[in-house]
């Protein structure tokens, strides 16, 4: 904790020394080296602090210089580019601002950026990580801050890496996909995750007082660590899939097209629409509820059963059916039939 607000308060410190003259600049197809804050890598020979444009090159691994702030506004990725990957050097002090409109990746494929130990990537003001693929590692921060979004993004948060949205104002952002052992800290910001359509895991922590939590997409969101956000949970999408502890959280909402499943311990639900499977997919178990357990008449229970016994909801508080569907599956999937609730 100290080496990440230590991190993150000389990042910002440094965000004010940005110039007041941007500069575009061009990435050569042959440059000299992979050194992103070397000029003569760049046409014309400046290193950007504008639009930063990237096509085909013999040089797509870029590295940035340590014990600066690399300040970009737009990282542009013209149609036919190759998958570039930017790196800093771990253990040593680097921080880079990304402050206008932030990635913008007109290939196919999508940059790679990863965050080393003592490093920092900032995305400001209204900046987008667009479609980019971002690995945090162990003492490397990636942060959001203003009304800067994490777009598309696929964010990989290593252990002992951070993950920070809570310094923005707009209250809340988008990421494609989260996952790693590492910390997410949330703040009171809402962050609606799964618009790539990744099945991902999240071992690590979810932290924040207020900070909501919204599964969109096709994807499976695995969390098997033991979370401390205390906002609501929503499941709009896909399959939240829950071996951890989300306790903390004000509530769950699993609403149409979208299943909660799993064996942890989630606080109280409402399968509106939606379906809760117990256990599921990976066989039998119990789901833990601390608190009420509602469904809708629109809703459905999935129960797994084999020759012994089946999954279940343990439930704290008041559970009702309310005229929802209970369909009811073998281990083998080979019987499926429907009860009609008393």
């Known amino acids: 904790m ?61 590295t940035f210089q340590p014990f600066i702030t690399t300040s970009i506004g737009t990282m542009q990725f013209n149609p036919g580019a190759p998958a570039y990957s930017f790196s800093t050097f771990p253990g040593l002090f680097t921080s880079i601002s990304i402050t206008g409109t932030g990635i913008v990746d007109g290939s196919s494929n999508a940059p790679t950026f990863i965050v080393n130990n003592q490093a920092s990537l900032f995305f400001r003001n209204g900046s987008t990580a667009g479609d980019a693929i971002i690995i945090t590692t162990a003492g490397g921060l990636t942060a959001f801050a203003d ?35 590492g910390t997410f800290s949330l703040g009171p910001n809402q962050l609606t995750v799964g618009s790539n359509n990744l099945s ?37 999408g896909g399959t939240l899939f829950l071996t951890g502890d989300i306790s903390p959280s004000s509530g769950v909402a699993v609403g149409p097209n979208a299943t909660l499943a799993g064996t942890g311990t989630a606080p109280g639900v409402l399968v509106g629409g939606g379906t809760l499977a117990p256990g599921l997919p990976i066989g039998i178990g ?57």
């Open 2 to 62: 100290r080496a990440h607000l230590l991190t993150t308060t000389a990042a910002v410190a440094l965000l004010a020394a940005t110039s007041a003259h941007a500069q575009n600049a061009t990435w050569n197809t042959t440059p000299s080296s992979g050194d992103f804050n070397t000029a003569a890598n760049w046409t014309p020979a400046t290193v950007p602090t504008g639009t930063t444009f990237f096509g085909a090159s013999n040089t797509t691994s870029i």
């Open 286 to 342: 119990t789901l833990n509820v601390a608190g009420n357990l509602v469904f809708t008449s629109a809703a459905t229970y999935l129960v797994g059963i084999n020759a012994i016994t089946a999954s279940q909801t343990n439930v704290t508080g008041i559970a009702a059916l309310n005229g929802a569907t209970v369909q009811v599956i073998d281990d083998k999937n080979i019987t499926k039939r429907q009860v009609t609730p008393c």
């Open 147 to 181: 009304s800067a979004t994490g777009g598309n993004a696929r964010f990989i948060t290593t252990a002992g890496g951070a993950f920070d949205i809570t310094a923005l104002s707009s209250g809340g952002m988008t990421a494609g996909s989260i996952e790693g052992a």
């Open 200 to 236: 991902t895991t999240v071992s690590g922590v979810i932290t924040g007082s207020g900070g909501s939590l919204i599964k969109i997409g096709t994807g499976t969101l695995t969390l098997s660590g033991t979370s401390t956000y205390t906002g609501a949970t929503v499941v709009a």
